[in-house]
């Protein structure tokens, strides 16, 4: 029951006099001020009460309000792509939670994945049109079976070509569980996606318990299971989630472990409290 046209980017765009740059070039720019500010990035959290007040927010809903008359066909090389709709993902998110004014977990705000949306380029993309459509290649929701864009959705000629799996460790729906939020440039983005992926599986995402025979998972690699090469939610053969995982344990013993040991794999409980 979203209307659709509802956006968090609704209104007059600013004066263009008001913005010399393109832009996706203002929109990081404006990021990494915010990330300045009130990201705490060592440990995955954002100030939103200090963002409220902030005039680097005010400059970045103004810029968002540009977004109407971008066309996303600019972003010409997979990197540029990349980076532009990860760092929009995670500022809609950011912007999402402090305009539906939640306090302690984004389910307060029923549909809020879908309700939060901006306009871009004349159509609405919401949180999981950009997760789902764009960046995951257009593929399907694990819970919704098909393509996330049906074949005459005009936003389907923006999905990326291929599924970067490392996305998953780059994207924050502003929980607790989420990655470390942090700014994405075109020009670094692979090996900042490597350090994403690393840093996430060896700071809580993956749990090695050799007492009990378990490596516990976050439950990021259940819901996305596909995306590393396993089964749907990660049911039978878990190997190809272990062996995605190995590849970023810095421990010789662990990777061995992992591989060979043959594990019980679990899946750690999610929490959705506000990354605060």
């Excluded at 963002?51 to 968002?64: D, N």
């Excluded at 594990?263 to 605060?276: E, I, K, M």
């Amino acid at each position: 029951r979203i209307p659709p046209d509802f956006v968090l980017n609704a209104g007059p765009e600013p004066d263009g006099a008001m913005a010399p740059e393109p832009v996706a070039t203002d929109m990081r720019r404006i990021i990494n001020s915010l990330k300045a500010e009130a990201y705490d990035t060592a440990r995955g959290r954002v100030d939103y009460a200090r963002l409220c007040a902030s005039p680097t927010y005010a400059e970045y809903c103004r810029c968002a309000h540009r977004l109407g008359s971008f066309d996303p066909a600019a972003l010409e090389t997979r990197e540029e792509q990349l980076a532009f709709w990860i760092n929009l993902y995670n500022a809609l998110i950011v912007d999402a939670v402090i305009r539906f004014e939640v306090k302690r977990t984004v389910n307060e705000a029923p549909g809020f994945f879908w309700r939060a949306a901006y306009n871009i380029g004349g159509l609405r993309y919401g949180a999981f049109d950009i997760e789902y459509g764009i960046l995951r290649a257009n593929a399907p929701h694990p819970a919704i079976p098909g393509a996330h864009f049906g074949a005459s959705d005009p936003r389907r000629r923006h999905s990326l070509q291929r599924l970067d799996p490392r996305i998953h460790f780059a994207l924050v729906c502003a929980a607790h569980s989420c990655p470390p939020i942090a700014v994405y440039d075109a020009t670094r983005i692979d090996d900042q996606l490597e350090m994403a992926t690393r840093t996430f599986i060896n700071n809580g995402g993956v749990e090695i318990d050799r007492a009990s025979g378990e490596v516990k998972l976050s439950q990021i690699f259940q819901w996305y299971a596909q995306d590393f090469g396993a089964r749907p939610f990660g049911l039978g053969d878990k190997r190809p989630l272990l062996e995605f995982i190995a590849a970023y344990l810095p421990d010789e013993r662990d990777r061995e472990y992992v591989l060979q040991g043959k594990p019980t794999v679990r899946f750690q409980g999610y929490d959705w409290s506000l990354n605060y």
